[in-house]
């Protein structure tokens, strides 16, 4: 980890070029067979994405919040984890959700209003509920990464924050609070650059990665549109978690190319040739470049790559159009463990008054 | 019988939780070293070890968020926040978050865990140091609600707290911790959800909980001397409230008075009034009256014992059903 007095340190890591060349050491030890995943999954990933701001166009989910240009981001730090570990995510973490094997048809149910949070197991999957009030998962990602290192085992707690979530207290008290347990959680900062409508340099004076040295460990910045810089860096933090070495604040600069969310109009407050320029920067086609030019892959496997995508795609809006709205009796089914007389009454008052007992 | 205090017993219950599961935490500002400003937690962290039992940062959102991590990987955290007036920080997390996980998550992850923190006034403290939260938690889906009136209810409900599956926020009466009482130190008994019988009387019943229900057995004693006979119920559980509790003392009595310390607007009182209506409208004599703190916010000492109710307004407002 570099150190915040390093004059180099503010920019950020980077191992490919935007233009898909070299720039650092690529070697990093990692088998064909994962530098293949790294792009298979980012693939998949921007293809579902399109799919899913078509389907919130069109009413089948009631907003979606897309992450187009964040791909390399998301899989990247995804990617470096185990099984056991676990990734707190924001709700624009769709990316992850794959990489971490969860049915996205039970993710999108989120987003269509099926159900709150998570639509999934996030215990088998490693992946917390979805998470809208900003920056409140980081807490529950520090509390379970105490957890871990109580259980004397070595799994890592991933907790996801965007650059808007860095002004919240919860961040601080969360970064603070992992400090000083000395916790094995990485914080994954994705600063895109824009929280709804406000710019970075409206939320903070600050660099995000630099804070880290505040609460007594390391930050680096990393180019999150740099699919294996990201990868490197989150697996070097994430070792270091293990080995009861600590948190890293990893800030992977990239840039959020669609609005907040399919119900936002980016257009209304942003300069179209910022988002320009950002597309010049775009983490797919860098890595592909990468990737046929040092004769990693080859265009079959591209190819095949966009076909399986095309067709998770397809498979996807046809689960998730044909998802039904809960029963009634849903409402009722989670809310106690050990659910008190008087809200068994309630629930037996409620559903004798919809027909739905 | 040994006598115990409340704040023994709770400590006791703490001690006993801890030793019976090995997955309890019990930690907060305060607790380990100093064994918390009202000694709830004395001596835990010496006998259970710093991993068990320890202090926080000044950080009550962070460590009560973190208890849902912890809860997520099976432990029972018993978080103690150091004054009602200091809890509202973690507002966002445990109503945003610790009363829904279970729900959030379709009853994936259980969520044990206990917010205990010193409550109510009495004490004639600070500013920030008496206020009467539990409408605010009372009124959230997800949570339960407990408040403890003597030393031997308080170690039940606090063990049965620990033991619940779902978020328990315990409100400890400050004024009540120095109290002691005899007897044995046991789980058996009224559960969460089940109020106390304290007094039993025919002509008016008075609903109360927390510190209040001393003032409501000496306005009940008071009241004796004039041929009145009290019905004292000692709420305990406000989420759930016992239902069952309040209509049988309505049916019993025909009146209803209920006491609390919270602010007399959208209290615990006019959702008791309300249950009475719903399920003893047929029994009541006359209107429930409601004998509150003032709806101001929580006054400086010196004015204390003009805001808290007082045996003398219990009294009267007995009178007035009566009359």
Redesign the interface.
């Known amino acids: 980890m570099r150190n915040v007095h390093e004059p180099e340190a503010s920019t950020p890591l980077r191992l490919v070029a935007p233009d898909g060349t070299r720039a650092g050491d690529v070697d990093v030890g990692l088998p064909e067979a994962d530098l293949h995943a790294l792009f298979r999954w980012m693939v998949i990933a921007r293809r579902l994405d399109i799919e899913c701001v078509a389907l919130a166009h069109e009413g089948e989910l009631i907003t979606y919040p897309g992450f187009e240009g964040q791909e390399a981001a998301q899989v990247g730090a995804a990617y470096a984890l185990d099984t056991d570990d676990i990734v707190?995510p924001t709700f624009r973490e769709l990316a992850m959700a794959l990489v971490r094997g969860v049915d996205p048809v039970a993710y999108l149910r989120y987003h269509r209003g099926t159900?709150?949070?998570?639509?999934y197991?996030?215990?088998v999957s490693g992946f917390?509920?979805i998470c809208v009030?900003t920056g409140?998962q980081?807490?529950?990602?520090?509390?379970?990464?105490?957890?871990?290192k109580?259980?004397g085992v070595d799994a890592v707690?991933l907790g996801c924050i965007g650059d808007g979530a860095t002004s919240e207290?919860?961040f601080h008290?969360?970064a603070?609070?992992a400090g000083?347990w000395n916790a094995p959680l990485v914080i994954f900062c994705q600063n895109n650059r824009w929280a709804i409508t406000t710019p970075l340099e409206e939320q903070t004076a600050g660099e995000i990665w630099a804070r880290a040295e505040g609460y007594g460990f390391p930050g680096v910045r990393v180019d999150g549109n740099d699919v294996l810089a990201v990868h490197h860096v989150t697996t070097a933090a994430i070792r270091r978690a293990r080995s009861g070495g600590g948190p890293t604040l990893i800030e992977a600069m990239t840039y959020r190319i669609g609005p907040h969310s399919t119900n936002d109009d980016a257009g209304r407050y942003r300069d179209p040739r910022e988002v320009e320029r950002a597309r010049e920067l775009d983490p797919i086609a860098r890595y592909r470049t990468f990737l046929l030019n040092e004769r990693i892959a080859d265009e079959g496997f591209v190819i095949a790559c966009e076909r399986e995508a095309e067709l998770v795609a397809g498979q996807v809006r046809e689960a998730i159009v044909a998802t039904p709205a809960p029963s009634t009796d849903e409402l009722f089914?989670?809310?106690?463990?050990?659910p008190?007389?008087?809200?068994e009454?309630h629930r037996s008052q409620v559903l004798g008054e919809t027909g739905d007992a | 019988m040994p006598e115990v205090t409340m704040a023994g017993a709770l400590n006791a219950a703490l001690r006993d939780s801890l030793a019976d599961d090995p997955k309890v935490?019990v930690y907060g500002e305060d607790v380990g070293r100093a064994g918390g400003i009202f000694g709830v937690t004395a001596g835990l962290q010496t006998e259970f070890g710093s991993?068990r039992v320890f202090d926080?940062?000044i950080?009550e959102?962070?460590?009560?968020?973190?208890?849902?991590?912890?809860?997520?990987?099976?432990?029972r955290?018993v978080v103690e926040l150091q004054f009602d007036g200091f809890a509202y920080?973690a507002l966002?997390?445990v109503l945003?978050?610790v009363a829904?996980?279970?729900?959030?998550?379709?009853?994936?992850?259980?969520?044990?865990i206990v917010l205990r923190m010193p409550a109510f006034g009495g004490l004639g403290g600070k500013e920030h140091h008496g206020e009467s939260p539990e409408t605010i938690y009372a009124s959230t889906?997800?949570l339960?609600v407990v408040v403890p009136s003597s030393a031997l209810d308080a170690y039940r409900l606090l063990r049965l707290a620990i033991d619940?599956?779902?978020p328990v926020v315990v409100l400890e009466p400050k004024a009540r911790y120095r109290s002691s009482e005899s007897g044995e130190l046991t789980v058996a008994g009224a559960g969460?959800?089940r109020a106390r019988e304290l007094r039993a009387g025919a002509d008016v019943a008075i609903a109360t909980y927390g510190a209040m229900t001393q003032r409501a057995l000496e306005a009940a004693d008071r009241l004796a001397e004039r041929g009145i006979q009290a019905h004292v119920l000692d709420l305990r559980s406000l989420?759930?409230?016992d239902?069952d509790a309040i209509a049988h003392a309505v049916t019993t009595t025909g009146r209803l008075v209920v006491v609390h310390e919270a602010p007399r607007s959208m209290g615990v009182g006019a959702e008791v009034a309300a249950l009475a209506m719903e399920h003893a409208w047929n029994d009541l004599k006359a209107p429930v009256e409601r004998v509150t703190g003032h709806d101001t916010p929580y006054p400086p000492g010196t004015l204390e014992a003009r805001w808290l109710p007082s045996v003398d307004r219990i009294c009267a407002a007995v009178g007035r059903t009566l009359a």
């Open positions: 707190f159900w709150h949070g998570a639509p197991d996030p215990i917390a509920p009030p409140t980081l807490p529950h990602a520090v509390g379970w990464a105490l957890g871990a109580l259980d707690a207290g919860d008290e969360a603070n609070l000083v089914a989670s809310v106690y463990g050990d008190p007389a008087t809200f009454a | 935490l991993e926080v940062p950080s959102a962070g460590f009560v968020g973190a208890a849902i991590g912890l809860a997520m990987r099976g432990y955290p920080p966002e997390q945003s978050h829904k996980y279970r729900n959030r998550t379709r009853g994936v992850c259980d969520m044990p889906p997800g339960k619940d599956p779902d969460i959800g989420a759930p409230l239902v």
